[in-house]
Every structure is written in structure tokens, then in C-alpha cells.
């Protein structure tokens, strides 16, 4: 039997839409439950998505979600994916370090830290709100923790500048609600989320997806979805969009080397991420909801055909 993985990567509002649209595009290419994977991962933004298959959710409520149709009577996703996530910006955060203890760490051994995780520790503490995104979890996992036993959500320990896994054997124990509210704290924007006397943040500030936590799991097949990295970038006229793009290239370095260790594993990587025809509709603030049914439907295109020719290593050269 195939033992497979789903990798769902950090990547704001615009990046979940982007993934539901990927995930409709895997499961019709394959003929197959996602939520069936043997291990579902998320990072940030898919987290929520993770949380919400491992504990049942279907890929085609997520689809009707996105597009706004009417709830069936059994469906839990009461959430308002225009504005329960923040807004396109942050509101005004407090003064001061987020985390000194994280930017002493980093002071001393600044090679030892991805450049984000470095960034994350001067930002000062956010003043969003995460709550609708607990509750939303929480409706879908009363228990407190998914069905499916192998759902991974990624934060970061905001002190040391390391990787959590809630989920994972060894992890410290979380409400299902909590770990998303936790990995998806942008620093900045959103304040630290508490578990067990620790402070975490945004999994994404050490990594776009963390695939490499798959690496001794032994698995067949891996499907990364990865709204923050891109194999086809376009080229924006704008000096942000410039900037954007250069980002978009670091992360999709990171995610090549993540690839390599799982690889060596035995394990075979199928990539996707955003194009140029969803990169210019994306933009460059993925928090940005104006765009998100645009990216959703576009997604639902565009990776369909993207999936024939879905990135692995030997293709990335």
C-alpha cells in the first residue's frame, strides 16, 4: 500500500484560497481522499487547512466554503474568510521587542537561524485577533485534537527560535485550536500564543512548510503545497513586487533543500506552488482578501494543469 504525505505551507489568506484550489486539483488528478495521507503537516495557513482535514473536513466543503455557497446543515466551517482572519493589514502593534531572549540567541549565532526567524525576534508584538480561526478549529475537533492521529501543526518556540510539531510524538500537548492559533501568529500582527508556559509563533518564520520533518517517515509519495515559494516566477514592473519575488526565491531555496533530505529518504516529492498567472493575481500581500476568490478560482485552473508537470527534484535541476 502507498503511504503517503500532504505538506500544506504558510502563504496568509490569498495562500489558503491558492491550496483549496490545489487540493481539488490533487484529489480529482489522483482519484483520492487527501484526507486519507498517512501524515498531513501545516504550516500557518496550513495548519487551518490540516486541522480541518485530519479532523474530517472534506475538500469540496472547502471548495463551497471559498466560493461562498450556502452551508449544508452539517457543515462547521462558520467562518468568515474575508474578514475573520484580520484584514489586509495589521492594526498598529505594541512598542517594543517581541522577543529578546530569541534576538540575544540570534546575536550570538546568527548563521544558526533562517533569516525570518532572526526578523520574527525585533518585531514588536502584534494586536490581532486569531480567536474566529481557534473557534473555527475547535468546532471541527470538539475532543480537542483531530481524528486523524497524524495531523502536524508547525509553530515556532518564539524563544529559542525553534520548530514545534503539535501533533507529532514528543510535541507538548495542545488543543487542536490552540496549535493553529499558534502557528498561524504572524509576529507583528498577531500577539504570541501560550502553550504550557511557552510562547509560539507563525511556523513560517522557520520554514514555508517544514517538509523536512518527513524525512524519517518513511512515505511513498509526499505532495507539498506551497503558497509562499514559486518554480515560475514572473517579473513585476514594481520595486515591491521586485522584492516579493527575490523573497519568493529564498523560500523556494529552502524548500529544495527540505526536498533533498526527504528525498534521500527513499520517499518521492511532488511540489507545487504558484505560477506567473496565479502570481499576478496573487499580488504581493497575501493577507489581501480583495483577491481572494480570484486566487481560488484561478488556482482551480491552474493547478490541474500544473499537476501533470507537479515539481520534483530532478525536475527543479
Not at 486569531?130 to 471541527?140: D, G, I, K, Y
Not at 504572524?186 to 513560517?204: E, H, L, M
Not at 499576478?280 to 482551480?300: A, K, P, Y
Amino acid at each position: 500500500m502507498t503511504r503517503r504525505g500532504v505538506v500544506l505551507g504558510a502563504g496568509g489568506v490569498l495562500g489558503a484560497a491558492w491550496m483549496v484550489g490545489a487540493l481539488s486539483a490533487v484529489q480529482d488528478e489522483l482519484g483520492w481522499d487527501v484526507r486519507e495521507a498517512d501524515v498531513l503537516v501545516g504550516t500557518s495557513a496550513g495548519s487551518v487547512l490540516a486541522a480541518l482535514l485530519g479532523s474530517g473536513i472534506d475538500v469540496d466543503t472547502m471548495v463551497a466554503h471559498q466560493r461562498g455557497e450556502p452551508p449544508q446543515v452539517e457543515d462547521r466551517l462558520q467562518f468568515d474568510v474575508d474578514h475573520d482572519a484580520g484584514g489586509a493589514l495589521p492594526p498598529r502593534p505594541r512598542p517594543g521587542i517581541g522577543s529578546t531572549r530569541l534576538v540575544r540567541r540570534t546575536l550570538v549565532r546568527p548563521r544558526s537561524y533562517p533569516p525570518l526567524t532572526v526578523l520574527s525576534a525585533w518585531l514588536p508584538h502584534g494586536q490581532g485577533t486569531l480567536a474566529p480561526v481557534r473557534q473555527l478549529v475547535e468546532a471541527a475537533a470538539p475532543d480537542g485534537w483531530a481524528r486523524h492521529p497524524a495531523t502536524w501543526l508547525v509553530a515556532m518556540d518564539y524563544d529559542r527560535g525553534r520548530r514545534v510539531a503539535f501533533g507529532r510524538p514528543g510535541a507538548p500537548a495542545a488543543r487542536l485550536g490552540e496549535a493553529a492559533m499558534a502557528s498561524c501568529s504572524i509576529p507583528g500582527w498577531f500577539p504570541p500564543v501560550v502553550i504550557d508556559g511557552r510562547r509560539y509563533v507563525d511556523g513560517g518564520a522557520c520554514s514555508p512548510t517544514s517538509l523536512d520533518l518527513l524525512a524519517d517517515e518513511v512515505l511513498d509519495e509526499v505532495f507539498v503545497l506551497s503558497p509562499m515559494t514559486s518554480f515560475d516566477l514572473d517579473s513585476p514592473r514594481t520595486l515591491v513586487g521586485r522584492l516579493e519575488r527575490r523573497f519568493r526565491r529564498s523560500m523556494t531555496h529552502r524548500l529544495l533543500r527540505e526536498a533533498q533530505k526527504v528525498e534521500r529518504a527513499g520517499t518521492t516529492v511532488r511540489m507545487l506552488s504558484p505560477g506567473r498567472e496565479d502570481l499576478e493575481t496573487i499580488g504581493v500581500n497575501l493577507m489581501d482578501h480583495r483577491r481572494r476568490l480570484d486566487v481560488f478560482e484561478t488556482s482551480l485552473r491552474t493547478s490541474a494543469r500544473a499537476l501533470a508537470r507537479a515539481t520534483t527534484l530532478q525536475a527543479a535541476g
